[in-house]
């Protein structure tokens, strides 16, 4: 399985800008579809954003929609979480994902197999 490592994280006031990245070890991840989670302070881990393998297809959770944008760079097997306009209630741990796909774009945790550790977002008020 890919290994995944978050960064890009931290502090930011509300109405700010964080853009989190996610590098993977090998170029299967060229071959995965991609998402993000997240996990507030005594929340289950949410659905925030996945992508297609090809970049072609996003969704988003309605909480971020329009506000954050997912993406991704094959060549550099990386792929990152746009986050503007933060709010309070975006702060938690932020984690992304990986599968194996042909196509399509998930939104499930147990559609993914390869997870990273996780970067810590705060948006103080």
């Known amino acids: 399985q890919v290994q995944l490592v978050e960064s890009g994280g931290g502090l930011v006031q509300a109405g700010g800008s964080l853009r989190l990245s996610c590098a993977a070890s090998d170029s299967t991840f060229s071959r995965a579809s991609m998402g993000w989670f997240r996990r507030a302070p005594g929340k289950e881990r949410e659905f925030v954003a996945g992508i297609s393998r090809s970049g072609g297809f996003t969704i988003y959770a309605d909480s971020v929609k329009g506000r954050f944008t997912i993406s991704r760079d094959n060549a550099k097997n990386t792929g990152y979480l746009q986050m503007n306009s933060l709010k309070p209630e975006d702060t938690a741990a932020y984690y992304c994902?990986?599968?194996?796909?042909?196509?399509?774009?998930?939104?499930?945790?147990?559609?993914?197999?390869?997870w990273g550790q996780g970067t810590q977002v705060t948006v103080s008020s």
């Open positions: 994902a990986a599968r194996p796909a042909l196509s399509g774009v998930f939104n499930r945790e147990a559609d993914f197999t390869s």
